[in-house]
Every structure is written in structure tokens, then in C-alpha cells.
């Protein structure tokens, strides 16, 4: 069973992708195939004007499954991370509006989710969010590199990356995986409210715009997946 959901709400105006695997949203290959194709049906909609990715109470996802990572299988660790960098980069440049719901705990490839995100509404609380591979054993992978160099503030970039400083929503917000922060109940109901304020915008003028703005990360974060495939 998928633990990934779809709905529309908002009078079917916004998609709501909910991660739910009772646990702590690992992101496997099946979860992240799951996400991307939930983004592809909702843009392939004309009466959703935006998207919003959702975690569960105290969870939005704490990574990459570490069945995988800690399995020794190179080829499916490295493909696992190259689908999650694909992931990121969808929701980054594609064509409709994408909300994060940070329901809680963002970590690792959650956070870089995060970063993926056109807006970004998070949960007050003691809930930590940040990139933390370097704390367990791990270098960030280029397009993880890419993305982080792009959207999180200059004056937090090496404590996040190389230190993997992780932090409250508050700070997050200062760092740049955050845009607001409110109480754990109104996240989602928060971010549904922003990705719906999107049907303000024209379309195809919003995606032709941020093509503008992201082509170019995009075309790179998609050739350094691509590198990291090749190496098995």
C-alpha cells in the first residue's frame, strides 16, 4: 500500500499530497515515485492552480530510507538518491505552485524537499529541520549541493551544510527552509490557504516566469543526477 495520498481540496483548486508511513516519511524509491506522479496528475489538471506536500503530526520526513542507505547495495543507494534529486528538482521547476506542509521533523532529503518547494509553511515546536548528513556519516551529493547553494541564506550555508546545523522552525526561516511558521493544527490548513491564494496568478505565465528564474539550476541539478546513475 502507497503511503502516499492525493486529494483535492480547497473546491479542487489545490492538490494535497500527504506522506504517511505511520513512521517517520522515509523517502523510498516507491514513496518518491508516488510523489512526482501525484505532482504530474495535478499539473496535468486545469482547475488546480497550486500543490501542497504534506507530512503527518510531528513528521515530515526524516530522509532517504535507510533500509536502503545502510544496505551496502551501492547501486540502490546511489539510485535512490539520484530518484530523490529528480524529486526535488520537479517540484522545483515545474509548473505549478508547490507548498511544503512541514509538519514537524525535516531532515536530510526532507529538508532538501523543503528547498524544492516554492513556499514553505512549518510547525512551531521542537521539531528539527536541516541537512545533517555530514552528523552521520555522509557528503551531500552535487545536486543536493546545487540546491542548498540556492535557496538557503549565504550567511547559513556552510553551518547548515558542512556543520549540519539543525534548527527550530524560527530559525529555519532565518536559514531558508522555512517562509512561515505557525502552530503545529494550522499547518496545513495554513499552506492550503497560500497554495490556493495562487489562482490569482496566470498559469502558464507563472511557469514561463519561473523557467526564467530556474532553468539553469534545474538543467544542472538534472546533470549531476544523471552523472551519479552513470557511476553504477
Known sequence: MSTITSERVADGTVALITMDDGKANALSAQAIADIVAALDEAEADESVVAAVIAGREGKFSAGFDLNVMRSG???????????????????????????????????AAGALLLLGCDLRVGALGDYKIGVNEVAIGMVLPDWAMTICRERLSKRHLQRAVATARVTSAEDAIDAGFLDIAVELDDVIPRAIEEAAAFA???????????????????????????TDRAAV
Do not use: I, W
Not at 83 to 98: C, N, S, T
Not at 216 to 221: C, D
Open 73 to 107: 547495495d551501492f547501486a540502490a543507494m546511489v539510485n535512490l538518491v539520484a530518484d530523490g534529486g529528480d524529486m526535488v528538482r520537479h517540484v522545483y521547476r515545474g509548473g505549478l505552485p508547490v507548498v511544503a506542509a512541514c509538519t514537524g521533523h525535516a531532515l
Open 200 to 226: 490569482v496568478l496566470d498559469r502558464k505565465s507563472y511557469a514561463g516566469t519561473m523557467a526564467q528564474f530556474r532553468d539553469e539550476v534545474s538543467q544542472k541539478m538534472a546533470a549531476q543526477a544523471a
